[in-house]
């Protein structure tokens, strides 16, 4: 617990160190899944924009929270196998998204930079949309209450700033479970469905 402590506490003493602020919105292009333990059972892309703002503190090393909204989701499907019943279902999910990124500019000339950053994210599911396809002999296992509310994240990005634009993109890796077990056919399934994905986006310094 020691080392980690010391380590952030160093990079807080830098971040503060060379003290300069940053804020403004940002839009973006995500394209995620939501990953399954079931090889009977798969799932298909989602690919939505995501709006939010962002807020940068430092100037070598800093610290970038953000606030984002975009939807998550995937359609899961397991066709008819012997005695298990088909099923065919799209989830939708509206997050607000709360990442804390640490950054390093790794080139920084006056009028442009290059970067990377790292960071976990708290991520809010504020609201749970269920599409079933309607056909004979097909199930409906996956329900609103199996979908948990809060989930968490980490995120790995590589990025630009040139002039008053910054670009990026950044991988979005799942570290908690959104769905854990679906009751399918009287018996709990393991799902241990994940969020993973990646989001380009550009926002504007205004400040």
């Known amino acids: 617990m020691k080392r980690p402590a010391l380590i952030l506490f160093i990079a807080l003493f830098s971040i503060s160190a060379q003290a300069q602020f940053t804020f403004g919105p940002k839009i973006g292009f ?29 100037k070598k090393v800093y610290l970038q929270p953000e606030l984002n909204w975009y939807t998550s989701g995937a359609v ?72 948990n509310t809060l989930h968490w994240g980490l995120n790995i990005g590589a990025g630009a700033d040139v002039l008053m634009f910054t670009f990026d993109v950044k991988v979005m890796l799942g570290l908690s479970s959104i769905i854990d077990n679906v009751d399918i056919d009287n018996s709990p399934v393991l799902f241990d469905s994940r969020s993973n994905g990646f989001v380009v986006s550009i926002g504007w310094k205004i400040l």
């Not at 997050?95 to 920084?108: F, T, W, Y």
């Open 30 to 58: 995500t394209l995620n899944t939501l990953s399954i333990d079931q090889s009977t059972i798969t799932t298909e892309l989602n690919n939505s924009f995501l709006f939010g703002v962002f807020a940068r503190i430092g």
């Open 76 to 147: 899961f499907k397991r066709p008819s196998i012997g005695s298990l019943s088909p099923f065919e279902q799209e989830v939708l999910l509206s997050n607000i998204q709360v990442p804390v990124l640490l950054g390093m500019k790794i080139i920084d000339i006056k009028a442009a930079c290059i970067r990377a950053a790292i960071g976990p994210s708290m991520n809010i599911i504020v609201d749970k949309k269920i599409k079933t396809l309607n056909s004979s002999g097909y199930m409906k296992p996956i329900e609103k209450s199996d979908i």
